[in-house]
């Protein structure tokens, strides 16, 4: 828990940093939270911060996907690789509104969306839609539990 202490000491910045990493790296920034609400945060600006640096964390991800991992993994079966793109066509758009709420899963869709060329715009509306009602979530329920 050293680690949580280390950013909840560092307030709304912590918040930040942990949330904009959690969005690639499998950290969960929800003990974050809890300690800064519990310490008299201001819920709107607890919220604000962890969309907007899981929002930049999924970008991240995406531009990860799209400009380094596309030239690392390549596939050697186009057949395979077509059908995959496909499915990531037709399905992407409800993959990406569910993932933030699976574990491991919302770390690595940013990343596929990117490997699979996902359009860029499109991508950041759904991602931001999923990350406003999860990141509610987060801090409503955290404050219920605090009361």
Known sequence: MALFDLFISYGIIGLFIISLISSVIPIPSEPVVFGLLGVGGNPELIFITLTSGSILGALLGYFLGKHGFTKIIKSQNKENEKKIRMYFRKYGLLFLLISPWIPFVVELTPIVAGIQNYDTKRFLIVISIANIFK??????????VIE
């Open 135 to 144: 990141r509610i979530g987060i801090v409503y329920l955290s404050i219920t």
